[in-house]
């Protein structure tokens, strides 16, 4: 049977690529992305043998003519020959990684992340100096975050959403639960660290061939094509005071040489876990409420003061406390210990004084409490384990195959403040408030939880469940994919190159809430005595699951997709090949995450008191088509134009266009810059779902305060700050935002071992999606100017009262939650400068022997403004703003990163340094125009009265080493040291997402210093 030719073979197999999906990559060689950055390590691939090139050609006389031939054509024609190879490209659908790309792209190296100690994807993400305000970090999930075991970047302080991250140049299924509950973005903790190859951030607008969400910039992991032979590494550590641990495992083993032997296959394993890690484990004064060493007030509940009377009154701790009231709920004595003798339950003993709101003369005895010390948790305890197979196939000389799937798991779970027995509902619709305590239990008998039934009295119940809430979440991520590459000669213009992959991933989340009291449930447990309040401890585990059963909710999300593209040399212009591709996409995203605690019509006690009811479904096909145009106009000038139409089922389109150009009259220097439109699509949760956020608040009508105060003319707890609620509903006729997006700037090569940049960036968004256009502190500062207990509409958002103030039952009540609904209203800009620098040489004189590398990026955020119409602009750069986004990390106006390596035979040696500027404790979201900067508006007032007075927050650095030795080609082994230097976390006390320090840019200076010990095994 005669055998059939390649160049047929090879057409064939396009042709069931581009019916069937069967996935795209070109043949070998190490990813790269366009950089022009000088890079320590060569990823180009190395030059072949005599007997390689034999074998990649199949050895026989008549394709190495037919090799000859076409090589021949290609130097006549100036089109590259290293066509062959595999080749994952950002920012561009050409295979050529020798191209000088116009886009700015920082590639960090799997080299460089093991030199940095750097050990995960997020934390690589996370450290970038682009990474700005609105990411999510793992910290924050301990915080209660909504999207809490999951990981997210925000480049250009854009929020999660506005970044797109992939793999291998392919989308990927966003997480099952929302940032803030409201903005989808891919997960980053469940990234295979070990199979990294090289990580390429595009900072600039990536919608032309990535399409929606690629607004700030396109993050692509690169995976390794093969792995040969055995690869190991065990690593352990903790943080100097004994807390933290960590481990670290993972094993690659590969067969075969995509080259020699035309495949090659390998699996991957890899496990982390990070322990839990508490306030209490912490020094002075993360591990406390009392804050009075540091100029700020003592924040511990129920404090006696000299005058008999309690300061900070909260009825609300594990020491259960009663007062008996009367049918309309009016206090008939003080506050009274269920369980004098161990009711505070290992808190301080009880003291006994007056509080406001009880009759005059009554006497209560409380418990003191921090709450901080007992319950807060800095970060989350953290468990990932990995499984993958790879396969590469080389189908003939001209086109590859690789096939990859990968299982992984993220188990993230963490402690809270225990659930209160006088609470309202998440949704302020069900309530403990008035459930009072009979006298008498149903069977007639005294209630033993009433200490005043002998008086025929009724009894309100304060306190806090014996157990400490928990939240563990579980996702689960399935993903497999498929890449074909190859090519094609021509007979005109350069070569065809074809690229078609598939791919499909689903994430599925389970996420446990334990300890948490349901309304209705308390509220029978308190009528017929069947919890015993008295001495919890003495509960059997099915009364304690009675009043606070487990809720377990289930999430999934799911992204199919196929892509296609061919490109093709046209014409020779007098700078080059023009060349030509054109692709096309169709995906499918499914999304579904129910409402942990939904609204039972029937019975509105029946929910949870403290569960945020967040809830998003559905589902949409995206049709699009793309093209790329590259056009070396002449040696030194090259145009690059690029486009790409998207259509979704759910009713909208979008053009995205974009150009690049590169001017290089030298090889010592460049211009680039870029221009282009993009797009970010409305989220699941924007168009279909419903959301419950929370900020810290603080009352600031003196009118209304003076009406909620403790005996001795302080606030009482009612009037401190407290978490305001926002809820926002849905819109599913919201507009995509938009957006325009300019880079450019020099880049400079005076030497060959060095290359410096500067980039100059301009983003600017229109249609921003927001639920509330009006300030959240606006509205309810002017609900206290009302003095009402009612639901009121101010400014076309819906205002529900909270809960009275127990102290003050008949005064006016705060705003609790404020419903509105998404709208496309604002517009939002930002601009800055990046530079970056890397250098390659060796020290001078006696020290030649050492080679030096040298590698920094630092962001500089010249302006970031959010326009509201009727409001005005709201400028964030250089303060604690947005706010109101995840963790209220803030836009510090510097981040800068710089790693220096020093080798020396097996010896290798790297500093890392990072800076984030200060920046003032204000942002404008929260209290209007013109207010940054103004220490009358400080965010600290917000979140605490018992902070000390701060307007601004100092800037941060910190110091890692690395320190590496190869004992032989096998073993080698390693230490890293976290904060070296011991740098302290200045203190921020107008964030919301940790405590006393931004857990977004000082989360080391918390912690302190930090160690890591490793070994790694290559056999």
């Given at each position: 049977m005669k055998a059939r030719s390649a160049p047929r073979r090879n057409i064939m197999l396009f042709a069931f690529s581009a019916l069937t999906g069967a996935a795209v990559t070109a043949p070998t060689g190490s990813a790269q992305a366009q950089t022009v950055s000088a890079s320590q390590d060569s990823t180009a691939a190395p030059k072949q043998t005599k007997s390689q090139s034999r074998a990649a050609t199949g050895k026989t006389l008549t394709t190495t003519s037919s090799r000859k031939a076409v090589l021949q054509k290609a130097s006549a024609t100036g089109v590259n020959s290293t066509r062959a190879e595999s080749v994952v490209v950002t920012g561009t659908l050409f295979h050529d990684k020798n191209l000088s790309s116009a886009s700015p792209i920082e590639q960090i190296t799997a080299k460089q992340l093991q030199q940095r100690g750097i050990k995960t994807v997020t934390d690589a993400l996370q450290l970038l100096s682009s990474n700005g305000s609105g990411n999510l970090t793992n910290a924050f999930s301990a915080n209660g975050a909504f999207a809490g075991g999951a990981s997210a970047p925000s480049l250009r302080g854009l929020q999660t959403s506005a970044t797109l991250v992939m793999m291998d140049g392919m989308r990927l299924s966003y997480y099952p639960a929302g940032d803030d509950g409201a903005r989808n973005f891919v997960d980053t903790n469940w990234m295979p660290a070990s199979l990294v190859q090289t990580i390429d951030v595009q900072q600039d607008g990536g919608s032309?061939?990535?399409?929606?969400?690629?607004?700030?910039?396109?993050?692509?992991?690169?995976?390794?094509?093969?792995?040969?032979?055995?690869?190991?590494?065990?690593?352990?550590?903790?943080?100097?005071?004994?807390?933290?641990?960590?481990?670290?495992?993972?094993?690659?083993?590969?067969?075969?040489?995509?080259?020699?032997?035309?495949?090659?296959?390998?699996?991957?394993?890899?496990?982390?876990?990070?322990?839990?890690?508490?306030?209490?484990?912490?020094?002075?004064?993360?591990?406390?409420?009392n804050?009075?060493?540091?100029?700020?007030?003592?924040?511990?509940?129920?404090?006696?003061?000299?005058?008999?009377?309690?300061?900070?009154?909260?009825?609300?701790?594990?020491?259960?406390?009663?007062?008996?009231?009367?049918?309309?709920?009016?206090?008939?004595?003080?506050?009274?210990?269920?369980?004098?003798?161990?009711?505070?339950n290992g808190l301080s003993g009880a003291h006994s004084g007056y509080v406001t709101g009880t009759p005059t003369g009554s006497v209560s005895s409380l418990c003191q409490q921090d709450t901080v010390s007992k319950y807060s948790v800095i970060s989350p305890y953290d468990r990932r384990v990995e499984a993958t197979a790879h396969l590469t196939v080389k189908l003939g000389p001209r086109a590859k195959l690789v096939s990859m799937f990968t299982y992984s798991q993220n188990l993230s779970s963490y402690t809270g403040t225990p659930s209160a027995f006088y609470a309202n509902t998440q949704s302020q619709l069900g309530t403990s408030k008035g459930v009072l305590a009979p006298a008498y239990l149903p069977d007639g008998s005294l209630n033993p939880n009433n200490p005043y039934a002998s008086l025929n009295e009724s009894a309100q119940l304060y306190g806090r469940f014996i157990d400490p809430t928990e939240v563990t979440q579980f996702s689960q991520n399935y993903r497999g994919s498929m890449h074909l590459t190859g090519w094609e000669s021509s007979s005109w213009g350069g070569d065809w190159n074809y690229d078609s992959?598939?791919?499909?991933?689903?994430?599925?989340?389970?996420?446990?809430?334990?300890?948490?009291?349901?309304?209705?449930?308390?509220?029978?447990?308190?009528?017929?005595?069947?919890?015993?309040?008295?001495?919890?401890?003495?509960?059997?585990?099915?009364?304690?699951?009675?009043?606070?059963?487990?809720?377990i909710v289930h999430s999934k999300t799911e992204e199919y997709s196929w892509q296609a593209s061919v490109t093709k040399g046209l014409v020779r212009l007098p700078g080059g090949m023009l060349n030509l591709a054109i692709g096309t996409n169709v995906r499918y995203e499914g999304f579904s995450a129910p409402n942990a605690n939904p609204v039972d019509t029937t019975d509105v006690n029946n929910q949870y008191e403290s569960i945020n009811p967040f809830s998003a479904i559905g589902h949409r096909y995206v049709y699009s088509g793309y093209f790329e145009l590259n056009a070396p106009i002449v040696k030194m000038l090259n145009a690059d134009f690029q486009g790409r139409y998207d259509s979704y089922s759910t009713g909208f389109s979008h053009f995205s266009p974009?150009?690049?150009?590169?001017?290089?009259?030298?090889?010592?220097?460049?211009?680039?810059?870029?221009?282009?439109?993009?797009?970010?699509?409305?989220?699941?949760?924007?168009?279909?779902?419903?959301?419950?956020?929370?900020?810290?608040y603080g009352p600031s009508n003196l009118t209304w305060i003076n009406q909620?105060?403790?005996?001795?003319?302080?606030?009482?707890?009612?009037?401190?700050?407290?978490?305001?609620?926002?809820?926002?509903?849905?819109?599913?006729?919201?507009?995509?935002?938009?957006?325009?997006?300019?880079?450019?700037?020099?880049?400079?090569?005076?030497?060959?071992?060095?290359?410096?940049?500067?980039?100059?960036?301009?983003?600017?968004?229109?249609?921003?999606?927001?639920?509330?256009?009006?300030?959240?502190?606006?509205?309810a500062a002017a609900y206290e100017a009302m003095n009402t207990n009612q639901t009121v509409m101010i400014d076309g958002n819906t205002v529900v009262p909270d809960i009275a103030d127990p102290l003050h039952p008949d005064a006016p009540r705060r705003a609790g939650i404020i419903e509105s609904s998404y709208i496309n209203a604002n517009s939002m800009m930002t601009d800055g400068v990046d530079l970056n620098l890397s250098i390659?040489?060796?020290?001078?004189?006696?020290?030649?022997?050492?080679?030096?590398?040298?590698?920094?990026?630092?962001?500089?955020?010249?302006?970031?403004?959010?326009?509201?119409?009727?409001?005005?602009?709201?400028?964030?750069?250089?303060?604690?703003?947005?706010?109101?986004?995840?963790?209220?990390?803030?836009?510090?106006?510097w981040r800068a990163n710089w790693q220096n390596t020093f080798t020396w035979n097996k010896l290798s040696t790297t500093f890392t340094v990072y800076y984030t500027s200060g920046y003032h404790g204000t942002a404008e979201d929260n209290d209007g125009p013109g207010t940054a900067g103004n220490c009358n508006y400080a965010l600290y007032q917000n979140v605490s009265s018992f902070?000390?007075?701060?307007?601004n927050v100092r800037h941060f650095w910190d110091l890692d080493m690395t320190v590496n030795y190869q004992f032989n080609k096998q073993w080698a082994g390693y230490v890293n040291i976290y904060n070296l230097a011991g740098f302290k976390a200045p203190y921020d006390f107008g964030t919301y997402g940790s405590y006393l320090y931004n857990s977004s840019w000082a989360q080391s200076g918390a912690l302190g210093r930090a160690f890591r010990f490793g070994v790694t095994a290559t056999l």
């Open positions: 032309a061939l990535y399409g929606a969400d690629a607004v700030a910039g396109v993050i692509n992991m690169i995976t390794r094509e093969q792995i040969k032979g055995f690869e190991g590494n065990a690593e352990g550590g903790l943080n100097q005071a004994g807390y933290g641990g960590h481990q670290r495992l993972y094993a690659n083993y590969g067969v075969g040489d995509v080259e020699k032997d035309g495949y090659n296959f390998y699996v991957n394993s890899e496990y982390q876990s990070d322990d839990m890690i508490t306030n209490s484990q912490l020094g002075y004064p993360y591990n406390t409420s804050l009075t060493g540091i100029g700020g007030g003592n924040a511990d509940g129920n404090i006696l003061g000299p005058d008999g009377t309690f300061s900070n009154a909260v009825t609300q701790t594990t020491g259960v406390v009663a007062k008996a009231v009367d049918s309309s709920g009016k206090s008939l004595s003080g506050y009274q210990l269920l369980n004098p003798t161990s009711g505070c992959s598939m791919v499909g991933m689903n994430t599925d989340l389970s996420t446990k809430y334990g300890n948490y009291i349901n309304i209705g449930d308390l509220n029978n447990a308190i009528e017929n005595g069947t919890y015993n309040f008295v001495d919890q401890s003495a509960n059997s585990t099915a009364a304690k699951n009675a009043i606070a059963p487990t809720e974009k150009i690049g150009v590169t001017f290089k009259p030298s090889k010592e220097f460049m211009l680039r810059g870029t221009w282009s439109q993009g797009f970010q699509v409305p989220s699941f949760y924007e168009t279909n779902g419903t959301t419950i956020g929370y900020t810290s909620h105060l403790d005996a001795n003319g302080s606030k009482d707890s009612y009037a401190q700050a407290y978490s305001l609620g926002g809820q926002s509903v849905g819109n599913p006729d919201l507009k995509p935002m938009t957006n325009n997006t300019f880079t450019g700037g020099p880049v400079f090569h005076p030497f060959p071992w060095m290359t410096f940049s500067a980039e100059y960036w301009y983003i600017r968004e229109k249609n921003v999606i927001v639920s509330n256009p009006t300030p959240a502190a606006t509205v390659t040489h060796r020290l001078p004189g006696p020290l030649k022997m050492i080679n030096w590398y040298s590698n920094g990026h630092a962001t500089w955020v010249h302006r970031f403004n959010q326009t509201i119409p009727g409001v005005g602009v709201e400028r964030f750069a250089g303060t604690e703003g947005p706010w109101n986004t995840t963790s209220a990390s803030g836009t510090p106006r902070y000390p007075s701060q307007c």
